[in-house]
């Protein structure tokens, strides 16, 4: 099968559904021309589809491995990567002062898109080092600025985030890795990080960590943590790589999926570094880099999504029993199914990238709460379905599909790990229904709104999409209403579920957006009923699972689980 990036998909939802051209309009970003999102997106995929996706295979077959302290690349992995850098992708959305592009980051979400299809084992080594980028441009001195960024954009070097400690996963504070001052501005870091992605790699000159690690007047807790700059080699008074630091790969983990992407286990032993942003408020710089890769952690699920796709239809068209599967009804359901998921959670990531983009350009408070608001969503729905688009591509294939040699088995494999990294999808929705709902609901009032009025204009078109849709937003309304009332503990008990009827109604609502587009007999009016009367009604035995609380759960003993 040959992968096909979905360059006109992504298009038109900029075009039509989540419109770029308000972004263009802005002086920041005013060179994001037609022509030239057109150029950008076309010339992505064309990366995408001939160099990049040839690697995913071998990525999986012959994986990266730790060889005397070194991890070696699978094969290709060193040439694509560095096609990615010497085309300037890595820097797409970066500052231009510092050899980024400039562009929205709704292009970046594209090219992530496109990029996770081809192969999702690679796509990891740029989207952390895009992540590091923005946390250096919010918080770093001028001289890392200066030193950093132009070799992080260039793709000359790239970056890792450097959170997880045996004993601290997601309780960030429990960390144990100490920073003590060398007394001329550089620190001695000591401690071990798990779960590191590409830790180390032979297709850059320089690996740059971003360490979390706690000065010793540091409070217990995240508000004690600091944030430091750590390079595999430190810079010479060039800026060339230099003497190597003190810290190395102990190990690598052994994965069910993503093997081309070595995961490190790192050990820094009095490492130099540098404090990035100020003593004691590490988390709020690293933050940046984790939001960053959040939303395009969403969209890894989304890629890996079309290309389980695309090789389903293909198999289906091909396949015989009886007649062509494709022509088989539950077949037909599968493959809809999984063409309408993709498409709303590809328009959820896009909607973020456009408020993310807004945000900035206008600085307005609105813009800004959007894109909080979307970007649990999108991580958390993009990456669970994900998960069942590529299980439902192993079952359009069959028996065949469980045999690794067709590769159907490789997406569901490389996929699953999106939901736990990058915080779990659980404490995605812990977030929309607490910190993002500290404003009493009213950004998500205020996106209901828009759904409500757009789906009672549009009636006279699509009377039973449209009535579907205003219906579920009006059911979200009315639980946003009593969620924001209650105590955390009953909201967390619920946010899973309510999460996923957010992004059902988000869902529905763009897939009627892209019907209004193209009219009612048009493949994406067809493709929306399928969305709206078939997939969106899953929200509402989620709200009523929302409403649920917490106090069943908890009637439910620990011993009553082990009995």
Known sequence: MSYRSPVADIRFILDKVVPLAPVAQTELFSEATPDTVEAILTEAGRLCDEVIAPTLRDGDLDPARLENGVVRSPKGFKEAFKAIGEGGWVGIAADPEYGGMGLPQALNVGFNDMLSGANLALQLNPLLTQGQIEALEHHASDEIKALYLPKLISGEWS????????????????????????????????????????????????????????LPDGAPGTKGISLFMVPKRIPDENGNPGVANSLKVVSLEHKMGLHGSPTCVMSYEGATGWMVGEEHKGMAAMFTMMNNARLNVGVQGIGVAEAAFQKSLEYAKDRVQFAPIVEHADVRRMLAEMKAEIFAARAIALACGVAIDMGRATGKDSWQARAALLTP???????????????????????????????????????????????????????????????DGAAAFRLLQEIEDEARAARGDFPVLAEDVWQAAEALREHTEWMVGQGMQDRFAGAVPYLDAFAR???????????????????????AAVYIRRLMPIYAASLAEAKEGAEGLYALSVEDLEA
């Open 159 to 214: 970056g890792t985030m450097n959170l997880t400690e045996p004993q601290a996963g997601s309780d960030v504070g429990a960390l144990r890795t100490k920073a003590e001052p060398n007394g001329d501005g550089s620190y001695a870091i000591t401690g071990q990080k798990i779960f590191i992605t590409w830790g180390d790699s032979d297709a850059v000159d320089n690996v740059c960590h971003l360490v979390l690690a706690r």
């Open 377 to 439: 969503i999108a991580k958390a729905y993009g990456t669970d379905m994900g998960i069942r688009v590529t299980n439902l591509g192993i079952q359009v294939h069959g028996g065949m599909g469980y045999i690794e040699e067709t590769g159907a088995a490789q997406f569901a494999r490389d996929v699953r790990i999106a939901a736990i990294y990058e915080g779990t999808n659980g404490i995605q929705a812990m977030d929309l229904v607490g910190r993002k709902m500290m404003d």
């Open 505 to 527: 109604v988000l869902g529905g609502y763009y897939h009627l957006r892209a019907a209004m587009a193209e009219g009612r007999n048009s493949a994406r009016g067809h493709l």
